[in-house]
């Protein structure tokens, strides 16, 4: 999956990382494939996948925006404004 703009890299390890907690194959979930209608995630994966990004990538992700990562594209925004923070280079 590439979208414009995106690091496939990044993008690509988000999908692994909901792929496994929601056990699913990474090949099922696209950018917008939504965690909670299309996955059946519930709210103990929600934060298993918040964790998992914060160990991968060394980061902290507020739980608040929990509500903001409804899919791999939005999660995926969420990561590349954590990481600028943790590096300041974000706002």
Request: hydrophobic share 40%.
């Given at each position: 999956?590439?979208?414009?703009g995106t690091d496939t890299d990044l993008w690509n390890e988000i999908r692994e990382?909901?792929?496994?907690?929601?056990?699913?194959?990474?090949?099922?979930?696209?950018?917008?494939?939504?965690?909670?209608?299309?996955?059946?995630?519930?709210?103990?994966?929600?934060?298993?996948?918040?964790?998992?990004?914060?160990?991968?990538?060394?980061?902290?992700?507020?739980?608040?925006?929990?509500?903001?990562?409804?899919?791999?594209?939005?999660?995926?925004?969420?990561?590349?404004?954590?990481?600028?923070?943790?590096?300041?280079?974000?706002?």
């Amino acid at each position: 999956m590439s979208i414009e703009g995106t690091d496939t890299d990044l993008w690509n390890e988000i999908r692994e990382i909901v792929a496994d907690v929601v056990e699913v194959d990474p090949d099922e979930i696209g950018p917008t494939t939504r965690f909670w209608e299309d996955l059946d995630a519930d709210s103990l994966q929600a934060i298993e996948i918040l964790s998992a990004l914060e160990r991968r990538f060394r980061i902290t992700i507020d739980q608040k925006l929990l509500v903001d990562m409804r899919d791999v594209q939005s999660t995926y925004r969420v990561v590349v404004r954590a990481r600028e923070v943790m590096t300041g280079d974000g706002a």
